[in-house]
């Protein structure tokens, strides 16, 4: 029982800097989102990369069309490789 005490301990440790690491990637990224110009951009780029929602769900959310979604997302993406300075 104290092998598997310890192996539970270290995968809980191990665990837990992983959520410590996907929350600190996720606010950096949020940060970088609140550093582009088009507010709309963000929304879309955050519903679609961090809740992982598809453009009909994300043009429901922000009642626009699907296709307006799709064409906004790509400038938000050039628009944030420049803000990221990616080649």
């Known amino acids: 029982i104290g092998d598997l005490s310890v192996k539970i301990l270290e995968e809980?440790?191990?665990l837990n800097r992983l959520i410590s690491e996907k929350?600190?990637?996720r606010e950096y990224i949020e940060d970088q989102l609140d550093r582009l110009d088009d507010i709309?951009?963000?929304k879309i780029?955050?519903?679609h990369s961090i809740e992982k929602?598809?453009?009909r769900?994300?043009?429901e959310i922000l009642n626009?069309?699907?296709r307006t979604v799709r064409d906004t997302h790509s400038k938000a993406l050039r628009?944030?490789?420049k803000v990221f300075e990616i080649p």
């Open 12 to 14: 809980k440790e191990r």
């Open 53 to 55: 929602k598809d453009y």
């Open 79 to 81: 628009e944030l490789e």
């Open 45 to 47: 780029i955050f519903y």
């Open 23 to 25: 929350e600190q990637r």
């Open 57 to 59: 769900e994300i043009a």
């Open 40 to 42: 709309s951009h963000s």
């Open 64 to 66: 626009l069309s699907p």
